[in-house]
């Protein structure tokens, strides 16, 4: 299994915090993007991820937003 890299840094990422579920929800209708949150292993912050074609490849991850459909 892959560790995500630290070398990439933590700082930059954005930290979603205790309710990562409503935020990455918001932002994937924002975005209009699928994101899944995962663990961070270097700093325990939950952080975002386009990759989900890889996903069984890293750490878990915690959830998966969908976008909703614009009417």
């Not at 299994?1 to 924002?30: F, H, Q, W």
């Amino acid at each position: 299994m892959k560790t995500p890299s630290k070398e990439r840094g933590c700082d930059v990422k954005i930290n979603l915090g205790r309710r990562y579920k409503k935020n990455a929800d918001r932002l994937s209708n924002k975005h209009g993007k699928r994101y899944g949150v995962y663990q961070c292993p270097h700093c325990n912050d939950y952080h975002l991820t386009t990759k989900l074609d890889k996903v069984c490849q890293y750490a878990q991850i915690l959830h998966i937003s969908d976008p909703e459909p614009n009417p």
